[in-house]
């Protein structure tokens, strides 16, 4: 069972109008309620939008740019562009470690660690397509800022797929290792305090879409907070 102890602070609205909402999800909330848990991104905003709805999630750890919708008709065309994979969403990451190049994919499949839930793993049989693409933003001492655009929208797949390339997220609670050395440990815990972050250092700072209901392009930003 997961430790929840969800932030109080209030949800940031980023914009509003009849048809969709635009928010910034804290870190530590869950999007949606869980099979224990009711407190959620959804019921919280629910007091002032009775009909609002679900399209896209964030885990629980991360925080930034979540669209939802208003009424059925912009939920069904909001989830349409989801699954035709026509709406950009860009994130940063801070990683434990220094990749060797500068840019580049992550093109590997992952499937539910059942045993293990909720983790995901990586699956070369049984998994389904997954793929991100990565450039370094900033090279720090013992860490390194990462933009990350994922294509596919599987479960996990950005806290993965870094695992995977041997860059776990700083603060990751799931798949940060371990075995670290007690220097690493030191710096990381150094840079969790100066940016006052110490949950997962994953962050939604990029969404683009259609309007479900006049077809506008409509790009939002949020700045990362750490």
Not at 59 to 84: H, I, R, W
Not at 177 to 203: F, G, V
Not at 208 to 218: D, E
Request: aromatic letters at 6%.
């Amino acid at each position: 069972m997961i430790d929840y102890q969800p932030p109080e602070t209030a949800i940031e609205r980023v914009y509003g109008d009849d048809d969709i909402l635009v928010v910034n999800k804290p870190a530590g909330l869950l999007s949606v309620p869980g099979r224990i848990y009711k407190d959620c991104l959804v019921s919280r905003l629910q007091a002032d939008f009775s009909g609002v709805r679900c399209v896209h999630r964030l885990d629980m750890e991360t925080s930034g740019l979540m669209v939802l919708a208003l009424n059925k008709p912009s939920q069904v065309n909001l989830n349409k562009q989801f699954e035709q994979r026509r709406v950009d969403k860009r994130y940063v990451a801070r990683v434990i470690g220094h990749p060797e190049q500068d840019s580049g994919e992550i093109n590997v499949p992952l499937i539910c660690d059942w045993p293990n839930r909720p983790k995901q793993k990586v699956d070369f049989d049984g998994g389904k397509t997954a793929l991100t693409h990565w450039a370094v933003s900033e090279r720090e001492a013992a860490t390194t800022l990462l933009d990350l655009t994922p294509v596919t929208g599987r479960s996990h797949q950005l806290r993965v797929h870094l695992w995977y390339m041997g860059l776990p997220i700083v603060a990751d609670s799931l798949y940060q290792p371990a075995a670290m050395d007690r220097e690493q440990i030191k710096q990381i815990k150094t840079i969790q305090r100066k940016k006052n972050r110490h949950s997962l250092h994953l962050h939604s700072t990029l969404l683009q879409l259609m309007h479900p209901a006049n077809g506008a392009i409509m790009t939002f930003e949020s700045a990362v907070p750490f």
